[in-house]
C-alpha cells in the first residue's frame, strides 16, 4: 500500500526554466510532508517542509505547495539549475513526538536540468 | 560539525549469515532512525530509536533487530541473512524529541550486497 506516491519517475528541464515536482498521499494522517534530494551514493539531504497547517512554503528558489483536500503537494524549482538534478523524494509524517523518527517516502522523481 | 557516520560503507555477505551495521549520530542528536532503500520499494522505514529505548517500527521481520547505546550511537542487525535483504540502509538523527521541524539528518548508507 503506497501511503505516498511520486507518480512521474522522471522529469527532463532546461536550465532556467520552472521544474514541478508532483506528490499524492492517500492517509489523512499525515500532517507534516517534507522533500529531501538526493544524489548518487550519498545520503538525501533535507530542501524543505511544511505543516498541514499551511498551504505554501517558501525558501529562496525552492517553493511546497500543498492542497489538502486533494491531498496533493508540489514541490517548484525556480529557476532550474543543473545541480539541482538529483532524485528527489516527497516525504510524510503522521507527526508527534513517537512519531517523529518515521517518514513515509515516495519512490521518487529523477530531476534532469538541462544546460 | 560532523555528519551522520555509518560504517561500514560497503560490505557483502552470503545467505544465512548475520550482519551489523553502525551509526553515529551527529553530535546532541537523541533520535537515530534506520531505512532501507531498495529499487523496487523505496526508502522504507525500519525502527526509530531515542534514549535508548525502540520508540517506533516499522513492517520488517523479526531479522532486523537494533540498539541505541547511551552516547546516541546506534547499531542495525539482520540475521538469516537473504538475498532480498541487499540493499543501503541508511541511518538518520534528529535532535528534537517532537515533531517541531521534521528534519532527519541522513548519514551516506552502507551498501549492503548478499551472495
Known amino acids: 500500500d503506497q501511503q505516498v506516491k511520486q507518480n512521474s519517475p522522471s522529469l527532463s528541464v532546461q536550465e532556467g526554466r520552472i521544474s514541478i515536482l508532483n506528490c499524492d498521499y492517500t492517509n489523512s494522517m499525515f500532517d507534516y510532508f517534507l522533500w529531501y534530494k538526493k544524489y548518487p551514493a550519498e545520503g538525501p539531504t533535507f530542501l524543505i517542509s511544511?505543516?498541514?497547517?499551511?498551504d505554501k512554503n517558501e525558501d529562496g528558489r525552492f517553493t511546497v505547495f500543498l492542497n489538502k483536500s486533494a491531498k496533493h503537494l508540489s514541490l517548484h524549482i525556480v529557476p532550474s539549475q543543473p545541480g539541482d538534478s538529483a532524485v528527489y523524494f516527497c516525504?510524510?509524517?503522521?507527526?508527534?513526538?513517537?512519531?517523529?523518527?518515521?517518514?513515509?517516502f515516495g519512490q521518487g522523481t529523477i530531476l534532469t536540468v538541462h544546460p | 560539525k560532523a555528519g551522520v557516520t555509518q560504517t561500514p560503507r560497503y560490505l557483502i555477505k552470503t545467505r544465512g549469515q548475520q550482519v551489523t551495521l553502525s551509526c553515529s549520530p551527529i553530535s546532541g542528536h537523541r533520535s537515530v532512525s534506520w531505512y532501507q532503500q531498495t529499487p523496487g520499494q523505496g526508502l522504507q522505514f525500519l525502527f526509530e530509536y531515542f534514549s535508548e529505548t525502540q520508540r517506533n517500527k516499522g513492517n520488517f521481520p523479526g531479522r532486523f533487530s537494533g540498539r541505541q547505546f547511551s552516547n546516541s550511537r546506534s547499531e542495525m542487525n539482520v540475521s538469516t541473512l537473504e538475498l532480498g535483504d541487499s540493499a543501503l540502509y541508511l541511518c538518520?538523527?534528529?535532535?528534537?524529541?517532537?515533531?517541531?521541524?521534521?528534519?532527519?539528518?541522513f548519514g551516506e548508507g552502507s551498501r549492503l550486497t548478499v551472495l
Open positions: 516525504a510524510a509524517s503522521a507527526g508527534g513526538g513517537t512519531s517523529y523518527g518515521k517518514l513515509t
Open positions: 538518520a538523527s534528529s535532535q528534537l524529541a517532537g515533531g517541531d521541524t521534521g528534519e532527519l539528518f
Open positions: 511544511i505543516s498541514s497547517i499551511k
